[in-house]
């Protein structure tokens, strides 16, 4: 069963869909729709589980592009281009291979189309492990999640999932604070978001992979892979940029989008 997505609409032009990767939200993106709003219609949005879009009780890629596609269905979108960073490149290329009649085309973000080992036993451990009883401030909470995940960007971004309670929804304890994303069902189903996407495919039509040159998420070993599955793709590096390459040089990352989607 697909669910109703919180999304964010803005600019003029063919509509483009953004989709963001593990703990994030429709706001990770936010200053690559910025930056191409003046030319495309920019459907943000918030994936099942995280941000403001509903909890559900499974989550894997198959069930993700189908909220997509229904998203497409509830808005009119007959075809459109599917912009997807980490996990959201991995449900744009489902997209792409299951239902290739509504996609114009696609741009991942530093993923390949193949399983990957666990990657965030860490930063699950901590965020299930934070104490958020007694936490009034979310320094409060960044110091306690130091405990388990070291870098503070990382914390950073962790942290923006954490919401304070409305009051009529607080309780008698002394709680202020909870995860907004669905973590118990994303810990439980972490391998399935781990996996490869699937569809028969290939998708024969344009492709861009956008990699940090700095991440080892694309290698060599992918290349293949990525030939079988879609082989019209095309792939850029960014120098000097990591997994986060679409925040680190956004200009970069836009200027790349804006060519291939100007195309």
Known sequence: MTVELNHRITGQGEPL????????????????????ED???????????????????????????????AYMDAHNLDKAWVLGHSMGGKVAMQVALVYP??????????????????RHDAVLDGMKNLELVGVTTRQEADKRLAEFVEIPGV???LLKN??????????????????RLNLPVIDTCYQKLA???????????????????????????????????????????????????????PDTFAALCRRFLGS
């Open 101 to 118: 009649e509504r996609v114009k085309g696609i741009i991942v973000a530093d993923i390949a189309p193949v399983t990957y080992k666990a």
């Open 162 to 179: 954490l919401e304070r309670i409305p009051a009529e929804q607080a309780g008698d304890g002394d709680q202020l604070f909870r995860w």
């Open 39 to 69: 030319g495309w219609q920019i459907h943000a949005l918030d994936q099942r589980n995280h941000g403001s879009s509903p909890h559900t009780d499974d989550m894997d890629y198959p069930a993700m592009a189908a909220d997509v596609v």
């Open 155 to 157: 914390r950073q971004f």
């Open 195 to 249: 996996a490869a996407p699937e569809g028969e495919g290939p998708y024969n039509g344009p492709v861009l992979f956008i990699k940090g040159a700095d991440s080892a998420y694309i290698q060599s070993k992918h290349q293949d892979t990525i030939r079988q599955r879609f082989p019209a793709a095309e792939l850029k590096i960014i120098e000097g940029t990591g997994h986060w390459l679409h925040a680190e040089k």
């Open 17 to 36: 869909i953004l989709l963001h990767g593990l703990f994030g939200s429709l706001e990770n993106l936010g200053g690559i729709a910025r930056r191409l």
